[in-house]
Protein backbone atom coordinates (compact mmCIF):
# COMPACT_ATOMS: atom_id res chain seq x y z
CA UNK A 1 0.00 0.00 0.00
CA UNK A 2 1.09 3.66 -0.60
CA UNK A 3 0.91 6.35 1.91
CA UNK A 4 1.75 10.10 1.87
CA UNK A 5 2.84 11.91 5.05
CA UNK A 6 2.74 15.71 5.64
CA UNK A 7 3.91 16.61 8.79
CA UNK A 8 2.93 20.00 9.46
CA UNK A 9 -0.56 20.89 9.20
CA UNK A 10 0.23 24.64 9.05
CA UNK A 11 3.39 26.22 8.25
CA UNK A 12 3.41 30.34 8.04
CA UNK A 13 5.92 32.31 6.17
CA UNK A 14 6.27 36.16 5.73
CA UNK A 15 5.99 37.35 2.42
CA UNK A 16 8.80 37.38 0.46
CA UNK A 17 10.78 34.88 2.74
CA UNK A 18 11.58 30.92 1.37
CA UNK A 19 8.81 28.48 1.87
CA UNK A 20 9.08 24.89 2.13
CA UNK A 21 6.33 22.40 2.63
CA UNK A 22 7.49 19.16 3.64
CA UNK A 23 6.25 15.40 2.12
CA UNK A 24 7.50 12.17 2.40
CA UNK A 25 5.91 8.63 0.93
CA UNK A 26 5.84 5.32 1.01
CA UNK A 27 5.38 3.24 -2.17
CA UNK A 28 6.40 -0.08 -3.51
CA UNK A 29 8.38 0.30 -7.00
CA UNK A 30 9.21 3.61 -8.83
CA UNK A 31 6.92 6.82 -7.20
CA UNK A 32 5.10 9.26 -9.15
CA UNK A 33 4.55 12.24 -7.21
CA UNK A 34 2.57 15.60 -7.12
CA UNK A 35 1.67 18.68 -5.71
CA UNK A 36 -1.53 19.88 -5.71
CA UNK A 37 -2.89 22.93 -4.24
CA UNK A 38 -6.94 24.33 -3.12
CA UNK A 39 -7.81 27.37 -2.92
CA UNK A 40 -11.07 27.73 -0.39
CA UNK A 41 -14.05 26.66 -2.35
CA UNK A 42 -12.68 25.66 -5.00
CA UNK A 43 -11.35 21.99 -6.72
CA UNK A 44 -7.37 20.88 -6.50
CA UNK A 45 -5.01 22.75 -9.10
CA UNK A 46 -1.86 20.93 -10.45
CA UNK A 47 0.92 22.25 -9.56
CA UNK A 48 3.77 19.91 -10.42
CA UNK A 49 5.09 16.04 -10.71
CA UNK A 50 8.62 14.20 -10.62
CA UNK A 51 7.60 11.09 -12.65
CA UNK A 52 11.67 10.44 -14.11
CA UNK A 53 14.60 12.22 -14.64
CA UNK A 54 16.00 15.33 -12.54
CA UNK A 55 15.19 15.77 -8.83
CA UNK A 56 14.79 19.07 -9.12
CA UNK A 57 11.13 19.75 -10.89
CA UNK A 58 9.85 23.24 -11.69
CA UNK A 59 6.14 24.13 -11.40
CA UNK A 60 3.31 26.22 -11.83
CA UNK A 61 3.44 29.57 -10.12
CA UNK A 62 7.11 29.79 -9.13
CA UNK A 63 6.70 26.11 -7.30
CA UNK A 64 9.44 23.95 -7.24
CA UNK A 65 9.86 19.99 -5.51
CA UNK A 66 12.93 18.11 -4.83
CA UNK A 67 12.82 14.55 -4.79
CA UNK A 68 15.31 12.75 -2.62
CA UNK A 69 15.10 9.10 -3.15
CA UNK A 70 17.12 8.79 -0.32
CA UNK A 71 14.99 10.42 1.42
CA UNK A 72 11.91 8.93 0.79
CA UNK A 73 10.73 12.80 0.55
CA UNK A 74 9.39 15.13 -2.07
CA UNK A 75 9.26 18.96 -0.36
CA UNK A 76 7.73 21.51 -2.27
CA UNK A 77 9.96 24.87 -1.82
CA UNK A 78 9.47 28.69 -3.13
CA UNK A 79 12.70 31.57 -3.27
CA UNK A 80 10.16 33.72 -2.14
CA UNK A 81 6.56 33.91 -1.22
CA UNK A 82 3.72 35.81 -1.76
CA UNK A 83 0.24 36.37 0.15
CA UNK A 84 -1.23 34.68 -2.80
CA UNK A 85 0.14 31.71 -2.19
CA UNK A 86 -1.83 31.48 1.00
CA UNK A 87 -4.07 27.95 0.22
CA UNK A 88 -4.21 24.15 1.24
CA UNK A 89 -1.20 22.20 -0.56
CA UNK A 90 -1.57 18.31 -1.03
CA UNK A 91 1.36 15.94 -1.99
CA UNK A 92 0.27 12.77 -3.80
CA UNK A 93 2.22 9.46 -4.88
CA UNK A 94 0.68 6.94 -7.29
CA UNK A 95 2.76 3.87 -8.49
CA UNK A 96 2.79 2.50 -11.70
CA UNK A 97 1.20 -0.96 -12.04
CA UNK A 98 1.25 -1.18 -15.62
CA UNK A 99 -2.47 -1.53 -15.77
CA UNK A 100 -5.23 0.38 -15.00
CA UNK A 101 -5.29 3.90 -13.98
CA UNK A 102 -4.79 3.69 -10.09
CA UNK A 103 -5.62 5.98 -7.88
CA UNK A 104 -3.76 8.97 -6.39
CA UNK A 105 -2.72 8.70 -2.79
CA UNK A 106 -3.00 12.41 -1.03
CA UNK A 107 -1.33 13.44 2.25
CA UNK A 108 -3.79 15.27 4.34
CA UNK A 109 -2.59 18.71 2.96
CA UNK A 110 -1.02 21.55 4.62
CA UNK A 111 -1.95 24.76 5.12
CA UNK A 112 0.39 27.63 4.00
CA UNK A 113 0.08 31.07 5.14
CA UNK A 114 1.86 33.64 4.18
CA UNK A 115 1.72 36.90 6.14
CA UNK A 116 1.84 40.53 4.84
CA UNK B 1 -9.11 27.11 -20.59
CA UNK B 2 -11.29 23.67 -20.71
CA UNK B 3 -11.84 22.90 -17.04
CA UNK B 4 -13.98 19.75 -15.24
CA UNK B 5 -17.75 21.04 -14.21
CA UNK B 6 -19.64 19.43 -11.54
CA UNK B 7 -23.76 19.77 -10.85
CA UNK B 8 -24.88 20.05 -7.82
CA UNK B 9 -22.26 22.28 -6.04
CA UNK B 10 -24.14 21.38 -3.00
CA UNK B 11 -27.20 18.59 -2.28
CA UNK B 12 -28.88 17.92 1.04
CA UNK B 13 -30.58 14.29 1.19
CA UNK B 14 -32.00 12.75 3.95
CA UNK B 15 -30.43 9.08 5.37
CA UNK B 16 -31.19 6.07 2.84
CA UNK B 17 -32.29 8.39 -0.49
CA UNK B 18 -30.59 8.25 -3.48
CA UNK B 19 -28.26 10.88 -4.86
CA UNK B 20 -26.42 11.12 -8.34
CA UNK B 21 -23.49 13.46 -8.63
CA UNK B 22 -22.64 14.95 -12.35
CA UNK B 23 -19.72 15.53 -13.84
CA UNK B 24 -18.61 16.77 -17.58
CA UNK B 25 -14.73 15.51 -17.65
CA UNK B 26 -12.79 18.08 -20.28
CA UNK B 27 -13.49 16.69 -23.74
CA UNK B 28 -10.97 15.04 -25.09
CA UNK B 29 -9.95 13.23 -21.51
CA UNK B 30 -10.02 9.42 -21.80
CA UNK B 31 -9.62 8.63 -18.10
CA UNK B 32 -12.31 9.42 -15.07
CA UNK B 33 -12.24 9.81 -11.40
CA UNK B 34 -14.18 10.33 -8.25
CA UNK B 35 -12.31 11.39 -4.87
CA UNK B 36 -13.96 12.32 -1.92
CA UNK B 37 -12.85 14.70 0.71
CA UNK B 38 -14.86 14.65 4.46
CA UNK B 39 -14.41 17.76 6.39
CA UNK B 40 -11.20 18.07 7.77
CA UNK B 41 -9.82 15.57 6.35
CA UNK B 42 -7.77 14.09 3.56
CA UNK B 43 -8.62 13.60 -0.10
CA UNK B 44 -9.18 9.33 -0.42
CA UNK B 45 -9.48 7.86 -3.93
CA UNK B 46 -13.03 6.21 -4.64
CA UNK B 47 -12.83 4.79 -8.12
CA UNK B 48 -11.07 5.43 -12.35
CA UNK B 49 -13.02 4.88 -14.77
CA UNK B 50 -11.80 3.99 -18.45
CA UNK B 51 -13.32 2.69 -21.66
CA UNK B 52 -16.42 2.20 -20.02
CA UNK B 53 -15.26 0.08 -17.19
CA UNK B 54 -13.61 0.97 -13.35
CA UNK B 55 -10.36 0.61 -13.42
CA UNK B 56 -9.83 0.66 -10.17
CA UNK B 57 -11.88 1.21 -7.04
CA UNK B 58 -10.78 1.82 -3.13
CA UNK B 59 -12.72 0.32 -0.22
CA UNK B 60 -14.93 3.12 0.12
CA UNK B 61 -16.16 2.34 -2.69
CA UNK B 62 -18.22 -0.02 -1.92
CA UNK B 63 -21.96 -1.92 -3.31
CA UNK B 64 -23.85 1.53 -2.59
CA UNK B 65 -21.52 3.31 -5.00
CA UNK B 66 -21.62 3.08 -8.70
CA UNK B 67 -20.44 5.31 -11.53
CA UNK B 68 -21.82 5.43 -15.39
CA UNK B 69 -20.97 7.53 -18.22
CA UNK B 70 -24.26 7.51 -20.00
CA UNK B 71 -23.86 9.69 -22.79
CA UNK B 72 -20.37 9.65 -23.67
CA UNK B 73 -19.98 13.49 -22.22
CA UNK B 74 -21.44 12.81 -18.42
CA UNK B 75 -19.59 10.72 -15.80
CA UNK B 76 -22.17 10.40 -12.79
CA UNK B 77 -21.40 9.10 -9.10
CA UNK B 78 -24.58 7.32 -7.58
CA UNK B 79 -24.96 6.74 -4.08
CA UNK B 80 -27.98 4.31 -3.82
CA UNK B 81 -28.96 4.21 -0.12
CA UNK B 82 -26.98 7.33 1.42
CA UNK B 83 -25.40 7.22 5.00
CA UNK B 84 -24.24 9.87 7.61
CA UNK B 85 -21.01 9.22 7.26
CA UNK B 86 -21.00 9.86 3.02
CA UNK B 87 -21.71 13.51 3.80
CA UNK B 88 -17.81 15.01 2.50
CA UNK B 89 -17.12 17.28 -0.81
CA UNK B 90 -16.93 14.72 -3.92
CA UNK B 91 -14.67 15.46 -6.27
CA UNK B 92 -14.65 14.54 -9.92
CA UNK B 93 -11.08 14.66 -11.66
CA UNK B 94 -10.31 13.91 -15.83
CA UNK B 95 -6.88 12.84 -17.41
CA UNK B 96 -5.86 12.78 -20.74
CA UNK B 97 -3.06 9.63 -20.02
CA UNK B 98 -2.67 7.38 -17.67
CA UNK B 99 -0.34 7.44 -14.26
CA UNK B 100 0.74 10.66 -15.48
CA UNK B 101 -0.94 11.99 -12.47
CA UNK B 102 -1.92 15.54 -13.84
CA UNK B 103 -5.45 14.95 -13.14
CA UNK B 104 -8.01 17.94 -13.66
CA UNK B 105 -10.52 18.22 -10.67
CA UNK B 106 -13.93 20.07 -10.95
CA UNK B 107 -14.69 22.28 -7.94
CA UNK B 108 -17.08 19.58 -6.04
CA UNK B 109 -19.97 18.76 -5.32
CA UNK B 110 -21.29 19.01 -1.22
CA UNK B 111 -23.33 16.25 -0.31
CA UNK B 112 -24.88 16.86 3.32
CA UNK B 113 -26.72 14.12 4.83
CA UNK B 114 -29.42 14.69 7.36
Known amino acids: AQSVAQPEDQVNVAEGNPLTVKCTYS??????LFWYVQYPNRGLQFLLKYITGDNLVKGSYGFEAEFNKSQTSFHLKKPSALVSDSALYFCAVSAYSGGGADGLTFGKGTHLIIQP | EPEVTQTPSHQVTQMGQEVILRCVPI?????FYWYRQILGQKVEFLVS????????KSEIFDDQFSVERPDGSNFTLKIRSTKLEDSAMYFC????????????FGEGSRLTVL
Open chain 2, 49 to 56: FYNNEISE
Open chain 1, 27 to 32: VSGNPY
Open chain 2, 27 to 31: SNHLY
Open chain 2, 93 to 104: ASSRTINTGELF
